[in-house]
């Protein structure tokens, strides 16, 4: 097994970078996240598993709080005080999330349960709607399973066929390999923004451009793309953007999709039930409009109201100063890992997220985890919902660090110290 | 603070690194797979039953030190065993893996498969200690379907 990860030399980081980490103080970062002061089997508490859930700041555990202490009722339909009061903070969580993608109109945001749920919605209503026999859907072979399983069960339904463009050994789309799967069958394209399994950053601008060329719109997943790069869905020009809060130091239950109006306009509801309606008689009803017409029942309000304020401090923060910060961690910790006798890493992109996915030797990731984990060092080990993507580096599982903006030089010193121990037990 | 020594003994990394009967059977007349989804692992059990006496038993497949060293070590203590017996062990074995049997009880019937005991300390990891075993319950039973641990 190869020991040679292929690391990206500094001199070769993109130009945007200027003096990364300044301005930048992860110490004073680390005391507005209450959970890292606890410890975990004796031992202060190394989280790298925040591709699967990032901690959350003070701000969002307060604002959740101060909603349930202070201003809950419902929404939309008030006329008393707190529900007018709901009402606008919950409207303003939405056009939080609108500036923070670059959306043109906050009637563009969809709040949703997560990322899933807001490619589970396009599917269900821009696909059914639009994808018919013979059709093809255009994903790649680096998607989670909630990329994949959606456009199936249309593919389906439909009888439509699934395409899936191919990737490189060090886990990048092959973007001739994309184009040429290109088509008049294809009606969407679905791609990752970020591989939650790998970290690679795909080009989706150029991807979108691509599938633009033949008037097929795109659905860019940004799970993983949100708590690590800054996003901008009209330069993308991308037609469908969706996100989960609980990545980007929200609650868990609330997301975001993000649709062109025209799109969403033209496609029909999604659930049927209160909020989501202008009328109803038991002839017909008349459905609200955007982007009510896709909000039937209650919603997620304290969700929404607490990803607002994740969103507020991740602004606060900058976005830039994050990923500035994150690219020189991954740059240590990718150096600190690779000279780890055994190790292999998976994903090996130019381009990636703070995402460090490994075999050591052939010692199972899932007994990693678990040595790790008594050092106190808490990863995911497993197949990351992308099974597929297994398959096409022919391994079962990976152990995965994955990073964010509260992780520091010796969280990573504490990662190689684990995986260290890890082949002290194995040798 | 449970103790990774415990979890990992050395006759478990002995046979994680050069599992027992591990090969596929031709003469099996009984199979059955055991999957855990939740980490990818994988086995195949192979049975070859005269009656009701296990004579020969193997099995091949990709999973952790855990799950392969149990279903190594399961291979060596079932052979020559009747179903009914085999059963009752996977039964001793499953409460010795999930914190069920007290360290002075009666451990002895489990043999070797005694090392096992600091499983209890790992929840998460009783699936992969008896993936092996609900698959050879599986074949035993004439099941050919795959198990799940989920």
Known sequence: MTTAAKRLPRESRPADVRDPGAGFDVEKVRRDF?????????????????????????????????????????????????????????????????????????????????????????????????????????????????????????CEEKGARLRVAPISDSGELLLEDFENLLGPRTKIVAVAHVSNALGTINPVQRIIEMAHRGNIPVLVDGAQAVP???????????????????KVYGPTGIGALYGKSTLLDAVPPYQGGGDMISSVTFEKTIYNKLPYKFEAGTPHVAGAIGLGAAIEYVN???????????????????EAVSVIPGIRLIGTAKEK??????????????????????????????????????????????????????????????LVEGIQKVREVFS | MPDLRELYQEVILEHSKAPRNYCEMETANHTAEGYNPLCGDHFTVYLNLD????????????????????????????KGKTRVEAEKLFDQFHKLVTGQSPANGNRAELGKLAAFSGVSEFPVRVKCATLAWHALHAAMRGKQETVSTE
């Not at chain 1, 993507?389 to 660090?401: E, K």
Request: glycine share 6%.
């Open chain 1, 316 to 334: 606060d923060l900058g976005a830039d100063n994050i990923a500035g910060y994150e690219r020189e961690l991954l740059a240590f910790a990718t």
């Open chain 1, 34 to 154: 209450p959970i890292l002061r606890h410890r975990v089997r004796g031992r202060t508490l190394v989280y790298l598993d925040n591709a699967a859930t990032s901690q959350k700041p003070q701000v969002v555990i307060d604002a959740i709080g101060r909603y349930y202490e202070r201003d809950n009722a419902n929404i939309h339909r008030g006329v008393h005080f707190l529900s007018e009061h709901a009402t606008e903070e919950y409207e303003a969580a939405r056009r939080k999330v609108q500036s923070f993608l670059n959306a043109a109109d906050a009637s563009e945001i969809v709040f949703v349960r997560g990322a899933t749920e807001a490619i589970n919605l396009v599917a269900q209503t821009y696909g059914r709607t639009n994808v018919h026999a013979g059709d093809e859907v255009l994903i790649t072979a680096m998607e989670h399973h909630s990329n994949i399983v959606p456009w199936q069960i249309l």
């Open chain 1, 228 to 246: 690590h790069l800054k996003v901008d869905v009209q330069g993308l020009d991308c037609d469908f953007y969706v996100f989960s809060g609980h």
């Open chain 2, 51 to 78: 009656g009701d006496s296990i004579r020969d038993i193997s099995f091949q497949g990709s999973g952790c030190a855990i799950s392969t060293a149990s279903a190594s070590m399961m291979t060596q203590s079932v």
């Open chain 1, 353 to 414: 997220a703070a995402v460090l996915s490994f075999l050591l030797d052939s010692i199972h990731p899932h007994d990693i985890g678990t040595i790790l984990d008594q050092e106190g060092v808490a990863i995911r080990t497993g197949h990351h919902c992308a099974q597929p993507l297994m398959q096409r580096f022919g391994i079962a599982a990976t152990a995965r660090a994955s990073f964010a903006l509260y992780n520091t030089r010796e969280e990573v010193d504490a």
